[in-house]
């Protein structure tokens, strides 16, 4: 009886890997939860990813991940790094997984802090003067994962999840021409009700890799030149992926026809590179910040805007820094003339790049190309299923949404 080599393989990967799953294409499915070592609380949007390699993750709010790599990558071992905690390596072993990662929050915070001193806005200003050597200086191709939730008050009434292509230029000039998204496969579950239909559309979707990009688009914060509408403040140092960093905080001082953010700069203390930017636009004139996130409103439609913030992370490979993670949170209430009451809305959005082409040999063409005004939810189908995402690296989904997709479902 002649035997196929090929069923001699698969049988050989089963004896060798027979605790993780393997696919068709030979991936490795790697699971965990990732705690704090000190109060062993659950550490969400934890970096997670394989040495090496631009493939990775983040962990979800309970903690969690899931990272499918290539069989060939399973010796390289997983690195987790997360703010103020030391980056860990750690070693993978088919015996010991699911696995279960406890980070060490950092001991050298202040130890080091009379190190990071100096002038707030002149450590910016240099950051910012920095940007073209301490990041990509060629195109990068993203294979990202983006998941979008709108809630009224604590009940989901849309989920939708896609798979998108981000082509990223260099960042020699702080602006964002050229720079695409493209959906590659997407899913959506929405609610059947009637009175969930959310009447509004708002800026945003899988674009905010381009829109959020604070370090690349100069638009979204601000550039050197208008560094002096701030105020700045030397907060506590902190450790990113076992390096000190300065944490500086901004406020706006000015008031402009546009609505200003304050927040907070993670900048590496050696080579001043921004790895971190936390943002929160100012509320205090609700007409500046309407005009700039609504798009469209129906006629009759109160909207009155609660929060707009949101984060955007980098990771630094061989000595250049990529954009990593990005959030975003949307909060506002809606209501009918002559109506009684309002409704309260929240939406949250994130996504992670789960891979990077480094010499991509496709573009994405203009007919595919996701713009800041498309609706995400309008261009997805509504469909879910457990099989959907196969060897995708994603976000694992929380709790609360796998609840959630239960109900709509129903």
């Known amino acids: 009886m002649k035997i196929s080599y090929k069923i001699i393989l698969i049988f050989l ?9 393997i696919s068709a294409d030979n991936v490795v499915e790697i699971s965990g939860t990732i705690k704090n070592a000190k109060n062993k609380k659950v550490l969400g949007n934890v970096s997670v990813s394989i040495p090496g390699t631009n493939i990775g993750t983040v962990t979800n709010t309970e903690g969690n991940f899931t990272l499918k790599i290539p069989a060939k990558d399973f010796t390289k071992g997983l690195k987790a790094e997360q703010i103020g905690f030391q980056t860990q390596f750690v070693t993978l072993d088919e015996n010991s997984l699911p696995l279960s990662i406890f980070l060490e929050p950092s001991g050298k915070v202040l130890k080091e802090l009379l190190v990071l001193g100096g002038d707030p806005k002149e450590i910016v200003k240099m950051a910012l003067r920095k940007i073209p050597d301490n990041y990509s200086d060629h195109d990068n191709l993203f294979s990202g994962f983006y998941r979008e939730t709108i809630q009224k008050g604590n009940r989901f009434i849309n989920i939708s999840e896609a798979m998108v292509d981000v082509l990223k230029k260099p960042y020699k000039y702080r602006d964002i021409h050229g720079e695409k998204v493209s959906i590659h496969k997407g899913r959506s579950i929405v609610s059947p009700k009637s009175s969930d239909t959310l009447a509004v559309k708002l800026m945003g979707g899988p674009y905010m890799p381009i829109m959020l990009d604070a370090v690349k688009n100069g638009d979204h914060l601000f550039t050197i030149e208008e560094i002096d509408n701030y105020d700045f403040k030397m907060e506590t140092g902190v450790m990113i992926d076992n390096q000190m960093h300065y944490a500086i905080s901004f406020q706006p001082k000015v008031s ?28 205090k004139d609700k007409n500046k910040v309407t005009r700039s996130i609504l ?37 506002f209430k809606c209501d009918w003339k002559k109506r009684l009451f309002s409704s309260t809305y929240t939406s949250n959005a994130e996504m992670v790049m789960v ?10 063409k203009f007919n595919e190309t996701f713009g800041k005004r498309k609706i995400f939810s309008d261009h997805v189908e509504n469909y879910w299923d457990e099989d959907f995402w196969k060897d995708y690296n994603i976000i694992e989904p929380t709790e609360s949404l796998e609840k959630a997709v239960d109900k709509l479902k129903k």
């Not at 990967?13 to 799953?21: A, G, I, K, R």
């Not at 200003?260 to 636009?281: A, H, K, M, Q, W």
């Open 256 to 283: 402009l026809s546009y609505p200003l953010n304050s927040g907070v700069f993670y900048i590496d203390g050696d080579n001043l590179t921004i790895s971190r930017v936390e943002f929160e636009l100012d509320m």
């Open 13 to 21: 990967l089963y004896l060798v890997l027979p605790n993780y799953l």
């Open 295 to 331: 798009q469209k409103k129906p006629t009759g439609l109160n909207f009155k805007p609660l929060e707009v913030s949101g984060m955007v992370t980098y990771k630094t490979i061989d000595g250049k820094s990529y954009i990593n993670y990005i959030s975003s949170k949307m909060r």
């Open 355 to 364: 891979d990077r082409d480094d010499s991509p040999d496709k573009h994405i």
